[in-house]
């Protein structure tokens, strides 16, 4: 069983920059999909951004020359860099992991199989 934590979420302004950052424990995930979701109060969960075992990358529109996802193997971590943040942006967020070998936007439907606790990031105006 694989284990996410994820951390690096907190209160800034509109504008601001944030990197949320995940821990995983257990077997390594060199060969996973990872991938980011977010989730506001009254909200369904929404697909942020996702990269592949490969290396290809699939975002949001939303979050579009705005947020980069990266990966770091030999750490075990999984990185989400946030700028120019938004209100809109303010939610819980998740990491998400998958050893199937789909592809990321078929993950998008929520068929990952491991999921962290979240982190919170709040954005004010």
């Known amino acids: 069983q694989v284990q996410l934590v994820e951390s690096g979420g907190g209160l800034v302004q509109a504008g601001d920059s944030l990197t949320l950052s995940c821990a995983a424990s257990?077997?390594?995930?060199?060969?996973?999909?990872m991938g980011w979701f977010r989730q506001a109060p009254g909200k369904d969960r929404e697909f942020v951004e996702g990269?592949?075992?490969?290396?290809?990358?699939t975002y949001a529109p939303s979050v579009k020359g705005r947020f980069t996802i990266s990966r770091d193997d030999a750490k075990n971590t999984v990185s989400l860099q946030m700028n120019s943040l938004k209100p809109e942006d303010t939610a819980v967020y998740y990491c998400?992991?998958?050893?199937?070998?789909?592809?990321?936007?078929?993950?998008?439907?929520?068929?990952?199989?491991?999921w962290g606790q979240g982190t919170q990031v709040t954005v004010s105006s």
């Open positions: 998400a992991a998958d050893s199937t070998g789909r592809d990321v936007l078929t993950l998008t439907q929520y068929g990952f199989q491991y």
């Open positions: 257990g077997r390594t995930f060199s060969n996973y999909a």
């Open positions: 990269i592949s075992w490969d290396g290809a990358i």
